[in-house]
């Protein structure tokens, strides 16, 4: 079956823009998560969705960050006005259920590079 | 603080010799632990995982040991193959945590000779 996709593979942005991802998990998983992995380094919890709800957002890092999941599948993360610091590769990954022993499956990434 | 975090950056290993990465982790609460492998360009692939009532468990070539005591997490693979090259990371989530938010480490590197 498909896995988990995110668009763009790659994004590159100017200083200041705003930028969407976009993360589509494994059908029938109703939990989504975020990460962010900058090089050299392991991922880095950024928010957690049950369903529709965000129910831990305590890894975005500032409230230029902003996710939603409005139907419980697809999930965009928004990132406003970028800067250098948020080049970095999203990752996103869904679990069947969220229990913390769920299998988390993870797409390939969103490369961002803010210029 | 807390965290999750690698003895070595980097592993070379002999195609055919066993490898083995290790992990600290300083949070005496943290009850389920996970070892990821990923590839240049890929995302985090599941490869086994333990839960803090175990001491070790085994799966195809990989074995993971957990020593709670001096909080150690280590990752055996036997029989090393080119296609074992990748960074590794251990993985930790803490029961409390409402949901399944990883905490992970930075990261091993391994590469495998021919």
């Known amino acids: 079956g498909a896995g988990v996709s995110q668009t763009p593979s790659n994004k590159v942005t100017e200083k200041g823009k705003y930028v969407e991802l976009r993360c589509d998990p494994i059908s029938g998983h109703t939990a989504l998560y975020w990460y962010r992995q900058s090089l050299g380094q392991g991922p880095e919890f950024l928010i957690y969705?049950?369903?529709?709800?965000?129910?831990?957002d305590s890894g975005l890092p500032n409230d230029r960050f902003f996710a939603v999941r409005p139907e419980g599948s697809v999930s965009t993360l928004k990132i406003q006005r970028t800067e250098r610091g948020d080049s970095a590769v999203y990752l996103c990954a869904s679990t069947e259920s969220g229990f913390i022993t769920d299998t988390q499956y993870f797409g390939p990434g969103t490369r961002l590079t803010v210029l | 603080g807390e965290s999750v975090g690698l003895h070595l950056p980097t592993l070379s290993v002999q195609e055919g010799d066993n490898s083995i990465i290790n992990c600290a982790y300083s949070n005496s609460a943290s009850d389920y632990f996970i070892w990821y492998k990923q590839e240049s360009g890929k995302g985090p692939q599941f490869i086994i995982d333990?839960?803090?009532?175990?001491d070790k468990r085994q799966g195809q070539r990989v074995t993971v040991l957990l020593n709670k005591t001096v909080k150690h997490l280590s990752l055996q693979i036997a029989a090393t193959q080119p296609g074992d090259s990748a960074v590794y990371f251990c993985?930790?989530?803490?029961?409390?945590?409402?949901?399944?938010?990883?905490?992970f480490g930075q990261g091993t590197e391994l590469s495998v000779k021919p």
């Open positions: 969705f049950q369903g529709t709800g965000a129910a831990d």
């Open positions: 333990i839960r803090s009532n175990m």
């Open positions: 993985a930790e989530n803490r029961i409390y945590n409402q949901g399944g938010k990883l905490i």
